[in-house]
């Protein structure tokens, strides 16, 4: 349908034609609704995901802004494993979608997602130091770039995935620092194979 005339419909019009048209032109005229968020969330999780599976970037992200907090989990619970393992570059990637979408999208999900899932993401992206006396020497934190927030834990990362993983890190800071210091903290702390593991349950159930 032409976007232009699609328009200038009546919202209830536009919610009819929406479920009528062929799967494939929904996310062009999505955008273009009175109401894009109810549009998007009448979606079932798995039309939702297919939906946007093959968009770039930035089309993607334009649709999430308005996804519920259940169709985010769906999709990152199917992005960003591959099968029982949490896959970094995957993570990473979603990361940069949620802050294409939202910085609140993606703060809800860094917030509302399972500690176990969000803790194994950032496990394979960073190495965070806790110094108890000083300020680490360069020798400690190694050739990748860090970076702290509050002087106390000193995250370091490749240079590739900083400008996302900062982002992301930084909108925690701001906004809960409980679930920043729970994180950082589970990140220093936490076993690898069992926080994956109870990770992947969860996962499981929430498929399930």
């Known amino acids: 349908m032409d976007q232009e005339a699609f328009e200038q419909l009546s919202q209830e019009e536009q919610e009819r034609i929406f479920h009528q048209i062929p799967f494939r032109e929904r996310g062009d005229l999505l955008l273009h609704s009175h109401n894009p968020t109810r549009l998007t969330q009448s979606l079932t999780q798995e039309e939702l995901y297919l939906l946007t599976r093959e968009m770039d970037?930035?089309?993607?992200?334009?649709?999430?802004?308005?996804?519920?907090?259940?169709?985010?989990?769906f999709i990152s619970d199917i992005d960003c494993w591959k099968k029982d393992r949490l896959h970094s570059k995957s993570f990473v990637q979603w990361l940069e979608t949620l802050l294409e979408a939202d910085e609140e999208r993606l703060l809800a999900w860094l917030v509302e997602m399972d500690y176990e899932t969000v803790v194994t993401g950032f496990k394979g992206l960073v190495r965070v130091l806790k110094p108890e006396w000083e300020y680490p020497s360069d020798e400690l934190l190694g050739d990748q770039p860090y970076f702290t927030l509050d002087e106390r834990y000193f995250i370091s990362v490749k240079e590739e995935n900083l400008e996302t993983v900062r982002r992301a890190i930084e909108i925690l800071f701001e906004n809960t620092r409980s679930r920043y210091t729970a994180i950082l903290e589970g990140i220093l702390g936490e076993m690898d194979y069992e926080l994956e593991e109870e990770a992947f349950q969860k996962r499981s159930l929430r498929l399930a």
């Open 57 to 73: 970037l930035e089309e993607r992200g334009e649709i999430l802004r308005y996804a519920s907090l259940p169709q985010l989990f």
